[in-house]
């Protein structure tokens, strides 16, 4: 059995497998420029942030009606049920999909179908967080929240996702104001491939509760302390960072020092079917390849839960973190 894990920081559209991309293709008659699965995951192999989003923005090409994100919420859940997985804060982009004319109420109704049956059909809670892309303007980024408007009862907060560099927090300054306005939780990726003075703007400007991987606030010590002294939750994604090459290899991962720096740093997958594991797999990187104890890994498992949204049901978090807590670990 593993470990038991919330898992706060991961795309849906990220976990959509080549098996499913190809089917998904035949269903909708999409022609993709790719012969078969083994010639896509040839296009795997990543050199920064920007040359992943361009295939991850093409595959969503395959993304058409209720069906197809149900179908692509329900496999992500599926197997994440079997990697621990008990809560799930489940990042989207729907800019993304608006654009290729793909409405705000086939997305969010389609994942629904999945996500108000995962509890009982895979035993995970889940909330779902509305992305905007940095790199798109900041009036497309309010249109995109007023489409939501019909959907809040579903959605739980916003994030702030794609290209980082060159588009800092405070753009989107008013949006993050608005989505408050609405009783939104505020999360912003920051500090991935972008300076720590993201981080910084994020928090100060957009308001942010949770820092999305974050990686770079260690190039700054006085943000360290503050992040350690606001006990801000950071959700980093290892096997992420080491695609992307925002590390060089994973035994290089400063998570290690971030931990025995106090901050309180959670393991997630980011975009599972392109990085080579979904979450468990992650944790099992870091045991192995950093050498956390036993408990570290447990106190990552904790962290998990302390970071998540269910403020509104301390009882299930409660539950959950017995659950860690009663965890006994064999072999690793
Ligand atoms: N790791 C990542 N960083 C920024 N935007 C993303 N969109 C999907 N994955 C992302
Ligand atoms: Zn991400």
Redesign the pocket.
């Known amino acids: 059995m593993p470990l038991p894990k919330a898992e706060l920081h991961l795309?849906v559209?990220?976990t959509l497998e080549p098996e499913l991309a190809f089917e998904l293709a035949a269903r909708n008659a999409v022609e993709l420029p790719y012969a078969d699965t083994d010639d896509l995951r040839k296009a795997y192999a990543f050199e920064d942030?920007q040359s992943?989003?361009n295939l991850?923005y093409e595959l969503m090409a395959v993304l058409r009606t209720e069906r197809d994100f149900e179908d692509l919420a329900n496999a992500y859940l599926e197997r994440a049920a079997a990697q621990g997985v008990r809560h799930a804060e489940i990042?989207f982009?729907p800019q993304a999909h608006i654009a290729r004319g793909v409405p705000m109420g086939t997305v969010v109704e389609g994942l629904w179908r999945a996500l108000g049956r995962s509890e009982d059909s895979h035993g995970v809670s889940t909330q779902l967080i509305m992305?905007f892309l940095r790199d798109e303007s900041a009036d497309s980024a309010m249109e995109t929240l007023r489409a939501a408007e019909p959907y809040l009862d579903r959605i739980v907060g916003v994030g702030l996702?794609?290209?980082?560099v060159g588009h800092p927090p405070a753009k989107f300054r008013e949006v993050y104001e608005a989505a408050a306005a609405l009783g939104l939780r505020r999360v912003a990726?920051a500090g991935?491939e972008g300076p720590p003075e993201y981080i910084t703007e994020a928090l100060d400007v957009l308001g942010i509760e949770r820092v999305d991987?974050g990686l770079r606030c260690m190039e700054d010590p006085a943000l360290v302390e503050r992040l350690v002294r606001e006990r801000v939750p950071l959700t980093l994604?290892p096997l992420?960072n080491v695609r992307?090459r925002a590390v060089d290899v994973l035994a290089e991962h400063p998570l290690p020092a971030m931990l025995d720096a106090g901050l309180l740093c959670t393991v997630n997958s980011?975009?599972p079917a392109y990085f080579g594991g979904y979450v468990a797999d992650n944790f099992h990187a870091v045991h192995d390849t950093l050498g956390l104890s036993t408990e570290r890994m447990r106190e990552l498992a904790r962290n998990s839960f302390l970071a998540s949204f269910l403020d509104h049901d301390e009882e299930r978090r409660a539950r959950y973190l017995a659950e860690v807590d009663a965890y006994e670990f064999t072999g690793n």
């Not at 996702?161 to 980082?164: K, V």
Request: proline share 0%; hydrophobic share 25%.
């Open positions: 795309h559209e990220g942030l992943f989003l991850y990042f982009d992305c996702d794609s290209a980082e990726h991935e991987h994604c992420s992307l980011d975009d």
